[in-house]
């Protein structure tokens, strides 16, 4: 009992610590038994009889538990008011009148001292439990107080009932107290007389302080002193039109400059001068939120030389901007744009009919993007080399046409469309490009299927370094294990296997094909399978076999069902450097650590949603940038 | 209870060190750890659980001038007496902003966007 004092506890085994956090203690087990044995003891009123709801006659339960199980669960309807009946969610808390521990204590006092010994007695065999009973099983049971010794609820205030030790009629309070024993009430004077004080405030029970309750959680943080880099960034805005007093700073140092601002989010109309110069020829923003129309039309006239420009989150880049561009900077060769979504289709084609020596055209998200800017495009810059048109709205399968219209392109990214592009236009793209592509990223065509795989980039691609197919859900385990396994060889060499599929296809060009001297593509460096949730063990068994020598970049993000063998293959890719495994289910800690131990180029992998990573035993000393282990994860 | 006590005055007294910072041509500055520790980077390369050389030798170079390490140093130790415990006067922040001459403004935007690095780094 001395252990009650303070909160020191010994070491416990797993199952006590579980039976302490479920509320399970030597009490409730007691409860248990015995109402077991004896149902429907208080058959007469109660229509329902839980089994927490008896009691009053069983003998092996210590005394001061025997209040509280007479519970005021089925024994309602009896009385016209719903108080005190059952656990009502707006009632719960409502009638603690009593404080547990007093009553407790009150009850020790008179209670026979056979069934205090057996309370002892109990408590000595469950020491372990005993610290921890007082917390959960008090808190758990005081509603319960105000209740009668026969499990009838206590008459609403106001009636009359009779003292069970005066004989005396009195009023009911909310101060009245049920007698102990039961059954029946206390007046107000034997209630005071037994010791215990009828207006005492309940005892704000302990509460366990949970984990998380525990942590401390920084929800935010203030910041009543701002950042060195925000201070500067005001002082050189202040002294944007004084570039003498800024100093002197190296082109080299520009980028840098740029990217310190655009962390802060901090290039401004005002400040941007400080990048502008007549003679530049290359200018990167990498957050141009701040920059008004305005802004940017100047941010063209005073870099007239331009040949590459680049803004990042150049929201508020207008029509009218996108045609300043065509006018005042006519060596521009290289655009890129994230984000310029308010520009409309009429100024896509007039800047395109502005810009016929356009070579590298790289937009993300721009919902008006549509088909006649596409042919506008492919009309007049007949130069372009990289394409990427990530995320346009409006791409369907009629982009098909102009796309196969272009020069043979380097670069192709058409990534997350708003339709896509089928199988057909898949097919005549990859024929017209094939040959010159280095990166290709279909992610999120359907019409990219096996067929596409298999047939076109197979026949074609000959230097294509770079591919992502994330989300092409057409895309089957067997179609693409079959692409990667038959990609080193030419197609020729296929015709016996199944001759069927090459009657089908156009027997020219396979002949063609057979004719030249066969130069396979080189392996992959960069390699993206995500999210193709069809894609398994022989997709990823064959890539890796195809490419394992010059993969520096894979993800396998979403493959679930890749056995946990496939995955270990990894351990040929010596050059991979960077590695996103995330839902890949059957990863475990020895395949991560065959991984990490073999490739030792590896600085960065992803693991989230791994629930068998756990980071243990991996015994790299590299620096290794890891995320996504769970700190207490699955199993 | 006398280990207690005796650990929590070497952890005020590790605390309570001075630690080294060089610039690039030379010159070194003192600053209390705790200063130090205002910079993400450089409380990163002091950490105990590291055992990068700065660490051991409780100096850090900065390559940059010493006119903007000085205004580094300078920062930190506002910004440390500004948001250590108690202090609840209001916080001039011009009254720091004049001190910075407009010529090392642009070293020094790079210098704080190095040193910041990773300042709620928990992991």
Known sequence: ?635 | MSNDVQMNDSCAEKQDDWVKITSSDGYSFLVKRSVAAISGTLKNMLSEDSSFREAIANTCPISERAAVVEKVCEYMTFKAYYEGPGSKEGVDVNEFTERIPPEVALELLLAADYLEGVLDSSL
């Not at chain 1, 940017?296 to 996108?322: E, F, I, Q």
């Not at chain 1, 359907?446 to 197979?458: A, I, K, N, P």
Request: charged residues 25%.
């Open chain 1, 1 to 635: 009992m001395s252990r009650r004092g303070n909160n020191v506890r010994g070491p416990t085994s797993a199952l006590t610590e579980f039976l302490r956090e479920s509320g399970i203690n030597p009490t409730t087990i007691a409860r248990r038994v015995a109402t077991q044995n004896q149902p429907e003891n208080q058959s007469q009123d109660q229509t329902v009889a839980g089994p927490s709801n008896s009691g009053d006659n069983v003998e092996d339960v210590p005394e001061e538990e025997q209040l509280e199980e007479s519970a005021p669960r089925a024994s309602n309807g009896r009385r016209g008011r719903g108080r005190n009946t059952g656990y009502a969610s707006d009632e719960l808390d409502e009638p603690a009148e009593e404080s547990p521990v007093k009553k407790r204590k009150s009850t020790k006092g008179r209670a026979p001292a056979a069934a205090k010994a057996k309370a002892k007695k109990k408590a000595k065999d469950d020491g372990e439990y005993e610290g921890s009973s007082e917390d959960e099983y008090r808190a758990m049971s005081k509603n319960l107080w105000s209740v009668g010794g026969n499990g009838s609820p206590k008459p609403p205030a106001g009636s009359f009932e009779t003292c069970a030790r005066c004989q005396k009629q009195f009023t009911v309070t909310k101060y009245t107290m049920a007698a102990n024993p039961p059954p029946g009430y206390l007046c107000h004077h034997c209630a005071k007389a037994s010791g215990t004080d009828p207006f005492k405030k309940p005892a704000v029970p302990r509460k366990r302080i949970n984990a998380t309750e525990k942590r401390d959680v920084v929800s935010y943080q203030e910041r009543r002193f701002p950042s060195l880099a925000a201070m500067c960034i005001e002082l050189i805005t202040r002294y944007i039109d004084d570039v003498e007093a800024l100093g002197d700073i190296g082109a080299v140092n520009m980028d840098e400059i740029a990217k310190a601002l655009s962390k802060n989010r901090g290039l401004t109309p005002q400040n941007a001068h400080l990048f502008y110069d007549v003679l530049n020829k290359k200018l990167r923003f990498y957050d141009a939120t701040n920059l008004t129309p305005n802004a940017m039309t100047t941010l063209a006239s005073l870099n007239p030389n331009l040949t590459h420009l680049h803004l990042d989150y150049c929201g508020r880049l207008t029509s009218p901007v996108l045609l300043a561009f065509s006018t005042s900077m006519p060596q521009l060769i290289s655009l890129t744009l994230l984000g310029p979504f308010l520009v409309r289709a009429e100024a896509w084609t007039e800047f395109f009919k502005a810009m016929p020596g356009l070579r590298v055209f790289k937009i993300t998200q721009s919902p008006r993007f549509n088909l006649e800017c596409m042919q506008a495009l492919a009309d007049n810059c007949k130069d372009i080399g990289e394409l990427s048109l990530r995320e346009i709205g409006l791409m369907d399968n009629e982009f098909a046409d102009p796309l196969c219209s272009l020069s043979p392109l380097r670069v192709l990214d058409l990534a997350f469309p708003g339709i896509g592009i089928n199988e057909d236009g898949w097919m005549k793209i990859i024929e017209m490009h094939g040959s010159t592509l280095e990166t290709l990223d279909a992610s999120k065509h359907e019409g990219f299927t096996d067929h596409v795989l298999q047939e076109s980039v197979r026949g074609y691609a000959r230097v294509l370094f770079e591919l992502k197919l994330d989300e092409c859900l057409s895309l089957t385990d067997e179609g693409v294990a079959q692409f990667f396994g038959n990609w080193g060889y030419p197609m020729s060499a296929l015709k016996d296997e199944d001759h069927d599929m090459d009657v089908d296809s156009n027997p020219v060009e396979v002949n063609l094909t057979s004719l030249e001297p066969f130069t396979p593509n080189p392996p992959l460096r960069v390699l993206s399978l995500a999210r193709n949730q069809e894609l398994s063990s022989a997709a990823l068994a064959a890539a890796i076999v195809h490419s394992a020598q010059s993969l520096t970049w894979l993800s396998l993000n979403g493959l679930r069902s890749a056995s946990s063998e496939a995955l270990a293959q990894l351990k040929r890719a010596k050059e991979l450097c960077y590695l996103d495994a995330g839902w890949c289910r059957e990863l475990d800690d020895f395949v991560m650590k065959d991984i990490t131990t073999a490739c030792t180029k590896l600085n960065e992998i992803k693991v989230w949603g791994c629930s068998r990573v756990r980071g243990v035993g991996w015994g790299v000393k590299r620096a290794i940038k890891v995320h996504g282990i769970e700190p207490s994860g699955g199993m």
